[in-house]
């Protein structure tokens, strides 16, 4: 089984704003494509990824992700995170509708293929499931079969929401990796402990004491 993978990524600009107490304005906005490259470079280097689609209308940051072999689908409902990804999930179903897919993150740089093989795999047992992230609070990938509506649930207490909308919850251990996604500077500390993608260690080590 593989599975089309979309994965939503706001205009750089605005992007990752609790960063910055870590990275200022002029770094924030290549610190969040660089987040965005190693997610998606390791997303296609996943067996299980048959197809990855990023929903963005950020012009570089689209000609970036779409040169490592993914599709870039404009964000036209331009309404928000869930909206991004519902369209993202219809525009997958119209060219792919026999495949399964899975909603993911942007910031997870730190993403190994083999560990979101194993999440993907566990999602396949179930119609509509998802991953909580590294605190318990938020999600990082909801997954739903061939069949089935995303329906997602992201932003504050989604783990919460997503449970309370009838997702499995994954519990699974050492998938460390597919749940460690960075909003704050102590994110991106705990990321690069883990091993973070070669563009984000780029960028960190530009920050005065992350990556040196």
Do not use: Y
Not at 73 to 99: M, S, W
Not at 106 to 130: G, S
Not at 182 to 201: F, H, I, K, S, Y
């Amino acid at each position: 089984m593989q599975w089309t993978l979309v994965i939503p990524l706001k205009p750089l600009a605005l992007a990752k704003s609790r960063l910055a107490d870590t990275a200022g304005d002029g770094l924030r906005p290549g610190l969040a494509l660089a987040f965005a490259e190693d997610t998606v470079a390791a997303a296609l280097a996943c067996t299980a990824v048959g197809d990855v689609a990023v929903v963005t209308d950020d012009v570089p940051a689209g000609h970036a992700l779409a040169a490592l072999g993914a599709r870039i689908v404009p964000d036209e409902p331009r309404t928000g995170l869930n909206a991004a990804l519902a369209h993202g999930a219809a525009f997958v179903r119209r060219t792919r509708p026999e495949t399964p897919l899975a909603a993911l993150n942007a910031d997870l740089p730190a993403l190994r293929p083999l560990e979101l093989t194993r999440v993907l795999d566990a999602a396949a047992e179930f119609p509509r499931a998802f991953l909580a992230d590294a605190a318990g609070i938020g999600t990082t990938l909801l997954a739903v079969s061939a069949d089935r509506e995303l329906f997602p649930a992201f932003g504050p207490d989604s783990r919460v929401r997503h449970r309370a909308s009838g997702a499995e919850e994954l519990r699974l251990t050492a998938v460390d990796s597919v749940r460690q996604d960075v909003d704050t500077g102590e994110d991106l500390r705990t990321a690069m402990t883990l091993g973070v993608g070669p563009r984000t260690a780029a960028a960190a080590a530009r920050l005065l004491g992350i990556g040196q």
